[in-house]
């Protein structure tokens, strides 16, 4: 079992950038898929980005393409989320998933683990 612990959201202007950070427990941080979901206030959770185990292979949705990345440290376990060319768009609560079992996927109810997320308010 892993805890995810994501930090770094705020209130930013249109155009800024923000570094999200998810911190997981454990000892084997390195067996699972990270993912990074959002969900705006009456929307369903939606992928965003996620990451695979060696960090060698990511997958973005297409509204994040280009102005997202995501990496992971796995001797400091954890998983980053550089959002830059931020739109209001962005605006959501983000999330931090961990899956086991699949090489990756973009659906969020395939993730086992998740975190508590983090606000991130992008005004224009």
């Known amino acids: 079992q892993v805890q995810l612990v994501e930090s770094g959201g705020g209130l930013v202007q249109a155009g800024d950038s923000l570094r999200l950070s998810c911190a997981a427990s454990g000892r084997t941080f390195s067996t699972y898929v990270m993912g990074w979901f959002r969900q705006a206030p009456g929307k369903e959770r939606e992928f965003v980005a996620t990451?695979?185990?060696?960090?060698?292979?990511?997958y973005y949705a297409d509204s994040v393409k280009g102005r997202f990345t995501i990496s992971r440290d796995n001797a400091k376990n954890t998983v980053n989320l550089q959002m830059n060319s931020l739109k209001p768009e962005d605006t959501a609560v983000y999330y931090c998933a961990a899956l086991t079992g699949l090489a990756y996927s973009m659906r969020p109810e395939m993730y086992n683990y998740w975190g508590q997320g983090t606000q991130v308010t992008v005004s224009s």
């Open positions: 990451i695979n185990r060696s960090g060698g292979r990511t």
